[in-house]
T-cell receptor
Framework: DAKTTQPTSMDCAEGRAANLPCNHS???????VYWYRQIHSQGPQYIIH???NNETNEMASLIITEDRKSSTLILPHATLRDTAVYYC??????????FGTGTSLTVIP | ETGVTQTPRHLVMGMTNKKSLKCEQH?????MYWYKQSAKKPLELMFV???????ENNSVPSRFSPECPNSSHLFLHLHTLQPEDSALYLC???????????FGSGTRLTVV
């Protein structure tokens, strides 16, 4: 799995879009980008994944740059319940994930 | 409820006890995993079972013993643990290789 780099922490005002960046400059062509989040003391929750096209679901949007070396997870209207640690993972197989330290997002009222 | 159920939610055990953590998935997945999350540390992959065969044992001490009797159930047997083994133990399952995990809510283990 390619190494990913994320900021340690971010703040976002409630109701605004939260944009969480991730660098994965060594990603290979068949590795997907996955995003998970972990709310305090719960199991991580799958958010979204993509290969090269931008993806959107009911939770978030994933924007992957054309060279695939970085991506951004967008929570369009952040709520207090989106306060969590967000993990970006690059993986070919979809299993045997190795989670890093992620980005701790705090949504501020 | 995520489809992956872990019991118990909380467990306090002495260093000489033997206990087991249970995980059950109702998603029809064919791979199951144990992760450990200590305070302020990233998730650590412990064991991977695919089609009921252990495919990864990530240098875990022998006081942790996994068991996967069928594709829906996964156990983690614990014996003679140390206080540093206190952590959140998470079970996950997956199906297709590209579709990631579903995690359970975890068992918060305290070793006294």
């Amino acid at each position: 799995d390619a190494k990913t780099t994320q900021p340690t922490s971010m703040d976002c005002a409630e109701g605004r879009a939260a944009n969480l960046p991730c660098n994965h400059s060594t990603i290979s062509g068949n590795e997907y980008v996955y995003w998970y989040r972990q709310i305090h003391s719960q199991g991580p929750q799958y958010i979204i994944h993509g290969l090269k096209n931008n993806e959107t679901n009911e939770m978030a949007s994933l924007i992957i740059t054309e060279d695939r070396k970085s991506s951004t997870l967008i929570l369009p209207h952040a709520t207090l319940r989106d306060t969590a640690v967000y993990y970006c993972i690059a993986s070919m197989t979809g299993n045997q994930f190795y989670f890093g330290t992620g980005t701790s997002l705090t949504v501020i009222p | 409820e995520t489809g992956v159920t872990q019991t118990p939610r909380h467990l306090v055990m002495g260093m000489t006890n033997k206990k087991s953590l249970k995980c059950e998935q109702h998603l029809g997945h064919n791979a199951m995993y144990w992760y450990k999350q200590s305070a302020k540390k990233p998730l650590e992959l412990m064991f991977v079972y695919s089609l009921e065969e252990r495919v990864e044992n990530n240098s875990v001490p022998s006081r942790f013993s996994p068991e996967c009797p069928n594709s829906s159930h996964l156990f983690l047997h614990l014996h003679t643990l140390q206080p540093e083994d206190s952590a959140l133990y998470l079970c996950a399952s997956s199906q297709a290789w590209q579709y990631g995990y579903t995690f359970g809510s975890g068992t918060r283990l305290t070793v006294v």
